[in-house]
């Protein structure tokens, strides 16, 4: 029985960084996620006689408003959702079930690193037909549905069984529930060497992955302690848990502490791991050995073509602008394409689908391939050990002679949370006028080379996105990005972004920190955080 209720256009449904995000309350509120939903359908020609696919990282509400979409796709006669079993599937999980099955697009439930729980965040994403985000062209128009909305359409019926295998029917609708990491394991099973891999394991390497109780444990599980023998119990917070046991399920130093003091005592494991919220973020750490996430993507670049998937080689790789250059030299050195794109993973869609470039990778601890569309945290820890068992060196061998080979970038991130929107716009405008003015002058010593606000042109389609973030180059190479978060839930979150080179072969064992003081001295003196916001540090530093 198809009920259309009624409603009227709800403010502030805009998409950000990575779809919709807000506290969980706001999503519970009535017809909160039934007007998002539905403006979702009207924005992508309805769902008629379509194919999506459903699921989210198991945060609290995950299973409520996994009802109500099954519901609404089968008012606006969706011939067919996929679910994952119990609503559960990662993020990349999700995008290869679309491309596999060829749905029309899939409903990705997630506030991905932000924590969950009745009181933290909920978030819901729409997927296209390849698999990846939309792109701004649908958010936009998502967004303007929201703005008009007068009516949504439900199916007024008992909900639907997602916790058992198989088929069974929402009105005229096809609900099919599936196992949510078979498909998965089978792609990561064609992509590396899990025979060399498992040999590894079994010669005495000790690895431990955290799943800090989001949706990637029983991955993780069934990939690394199943399919290749790693210890039972190196998988850490392997139940998913509807708030992530109380924490942050962001995998960096911060809030992976444990793993970081794991992986820096004595008698610590070869390999430490993490994933987020929704299964596609990765943190990398060796025996006494922090990979940032810039790091990561360019030895990974260097090193793909020993895995099984990658052997042809790399067409081009694609960063975040404020991502490290690490990458840059190598796709230099080797002879490949790399492409700066704004923050945002909808931003490597064009690229991955026109074989323009095979890896991706942000400094937000996001990394991945055209295996999916979408960041992949599993898959990035196993081309990690995949390359681990084709070397057989240490990470921090393989850091070493990296930086030996292409130079460091040494590079950090300072956060500054829930400021006073107010302030952090101003802040952000006033420097954004002044970029004109700041080649050739002063900044703590530093003299400025360039600065602009970052727009991107896509060399695919043309789309055109702008003020993506301010970027300033100084003379000797370093570098000071500023952005403004469009992921977080209150408030507003400053992103400094620092880079500073360093050729070798002195000067590559340094402390971060110290090696970005004077950038950090920079960034001071350009935009005055400090003054403006009153914070004398950064709340987070990775
Ligand atoms: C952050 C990261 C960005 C990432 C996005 C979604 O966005 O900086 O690199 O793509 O989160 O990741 P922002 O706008 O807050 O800087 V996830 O794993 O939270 O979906
Ligand atoms: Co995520």
Known sequence: MIRTVPTAPIDGQKPGTSGLRKKTRVFM???????????????????????????????????????????????????????GQNALLSTPAASNLIRLRGADGGIILSASHNPGGEAEDFGVKYNGANGGPAPEAITERIFAETRALQEYRILDIADCDLATPGEARLGDMVVEVVDPVADYRALMEKLFDFKAIRALLESGFQLRF?????????????????????????????????????????????????????????????????????GDRNMIVGRGVYVTPSDSLAVLAANAHLAPGYTRGLTGVARSMPTSAAVDRVAAARGFDCFATPTGWKFFGNLLDAGRATLCGEESAGTGSDHVREKDGLWAVLLWLNILAARRESVAGIMAAHWAEFGRNYYSRHDYEALDTAIATALMEDLRARLPDLPGTDAAGLTVQSAEDFAYTDPVDGSVARAQGLQIGFEGGARLVLRLSGTGTEGATLRVYLERFAPGPDGLDDDPQAALAPVIAAAEALAGIAARTGRTAPDVIT
């Open 210 to 278: 955290d799943a800090m109780h989001a949706v990637t444990g029983p991955y993780a599980r069934a990939i690394l302690e199943g399919a290749l023998g790693a210890a039972p119990g190196s998988v850490v917070n392997a139940v998913p848990l509807p708030d992530f046991g109380g924490g942050h399920p962001d995998p960096n130093p911060v809030w992976a502490r444990d793993l970081m003091d794991t992986m820096f005592a004595a008698d610590a494991p070869d390999f430490g791991a993490a994933s987020d919220g929704d």
């Open 29 to 83: 509120a009535p017809g909160y996620l039934e007007n998002f939903v539905q403006s979702i359908w009207n924005a992508i020609g309805g769902v008629s006689g379509k194919t999506l696919v459903l699921g989210g990282d198991g945060r609290f509400f995950n299973d409520r408003a996994a009802q109500v979409i099954a519901k609404m796709a089968a008012a606006s006669g969706a011939a067919r959702v996929i679910v």
